[in-house]
């Protein structure tokens, strides 16, 4: 397992990358636009390598209000070698999964804390398996 990045929203995605880029050090790694999804994914680094570990901003572009209730802090992510068997070790041990790995390449859990954990496949995805392709998802993530 390696540790991928941590996920934040903000609400002024430029005064955001001044912080974070200009005034704190940290690099842009890469920068996503998605357009029918309306929301900006931004990876900063310490450092230029696309190894390091990384902060994932996020920008929703028609989110105008502050966040609240912790809603800015979205989640840690692991790259995982086999994301079907890890979340069947995960599930065994009890562990809720919430959001299933239905595409072979995704899922979420919860730690104790109630910290959104992503989990992603690593390199492409793996083909849909049962009983994952057709779980549904438990609570939120």
């Known amino acids: 397992m390696r540790y991928l990045h941590t996920m934040v929203r903000v609400s002024d995605l430029e005064a ?9 050090g940290l690099q842009q790694v890469r920068r996503v ?3 029918a999804g309306r929301f900006t994914l931004v990876f900063l680094a310490t450092d230029a390598s ?8 996020t920008h929703n572009w028609d989110h105008d209000a502050p966040y609240t209730g912790g809603r800015n ?9 086999d994301i079907y068997a890890l979340c069947q070790r995960l599930r ?3 562990v809720t999964i919430n959001r299933p790995p239905r595409d072979g390449k ?9 910290i959104s954990i992503e989990l992603l496949q690593k390199g492409t995805a793996l083909p849909k398996a049962e009983p994952w392709a057709s779980m549904a998802n438990t609570g939120s993530w």
Request: proline share 7%; glycine share 4%.
């Open 33 to 35: 636009d998605h357009e």
């Open 73 to 81: 802090f979205g989640h840690v992510a692991y790259e995982v070698d």
């Open 92 to 94: 065994d041990a009890g």
């Open 50 to 57: 696309p190894d390091a570990p990384q902060l994932e901003l």
């Open 106 to 114: 995704m899922a979420f859990i919860r730690s104790p804390d109630n």
């Open 16 to 24: 955001s990358l001044d912080f974070y880029c200009n005034k704190l």
